[in-house]
């Protein structure tokens, strides 16, 4: 089945490390997507990817960093920089990214605790 | 800040009763979507309403959309403890292309 796949689903980390969340998708879908979700809030938008080889910042990019090397890959590297990296992460994925895009596919999301 | 507010931001009722969630947003828009999210789960798509549409329906939703307010609202009928979750909008604004999510709707349905 089409699917977006995060791993993993719960990640620990020691401060000062940096760590790496995966996302792969086979839906042939153009944009992915990063978002951060803390306790009780809303999404908010790390970084996204129009298509392949390409990424812009979101508006919360500090502290993270992304590559888009194949189109079905949008990994998500939480460097020692971010100060406050504890949350649930969400990956998503649509066929385009524009004005008309319609509904994002969401991955099931990976929680990284920092001890 | 989300440019947008979502109310209630939490919903408490029964099973069978009605249940109206709001969001209201500040930016243009081309279109405005609604997401539900099962504790600890990723998000699911509900339904999309265009900005030239005014409701939209899908089983038991109901959404409906007013551009001269910027507000919209997600109506669940006939609830089922199933119903039980955290509902997003999500707005596709019209300047950058970006889909701006709110701070959700917490619902829970008690049988």
């Known amino acids: 089945d089409g699917g977006i796949t995060q791993s993993p689903k719960y990640l620990f980390r020691k401060e000062g490390q940096n760590v790496t969340l995966s996302c792969e998708q086979n839906l042939n879908h153009d944009a992915m997507y990063w978002y951060r979700q803390d306790p009780g809030q809303g999404l908010r938008l790390i970084y996204y990817s129009q298509i392949v080889n390409d990424f812009q910042k979101g508006d919360i990019a500090e502290g993270y960093s992304v590559s888009r090397e194949k189109k079905e890959s949008f990994p998500l590297t939480v460097t020692s920089a971010q100060k406050n990296p504890t949350a649930f992460y969400l990956c998503?994925?649509?066929?385009?990214?524009?004005?008309?895009?319609?509904?994002?596919?969401f991955g099931e999301g990976s929680r990284l605790t920092v001890l | 800040s989300q440019q947008g507010e979502e109310d209630p931001q939490a919903l408490s009722i029964q099973e069978g009763e009605n249940a109206t969630m709001n969001c209201s947003y500040k930016t243009s828009i081309n279109n405005l979507q609604w997401y539900r999210q099962n504790s600890g789960r990723g998000l699911v798509h509900l339904i999309l309403i265009r900005s030239n549409e005014r409701e939209k329906h899908s089983g038991r939703l109901r959404v409906t959309l007013d551009t001269s307010k910027k507000s919209s609202s997600l109506l669940i009928t006939a609830s089922r403890a199933a119903d039980t979750a955290s509902y997003f909008c999500a707005r596709r604004e019209t300047s950058g292309s970006r889909l701006t999510f709110g701070e959700g709707t917490q619902l829970t349905v008690n049988p």
């Open positions: 998503a994925s649509s066929i385009f990214f524009g004005t008309n895009t319609g509904e994002l596919f």
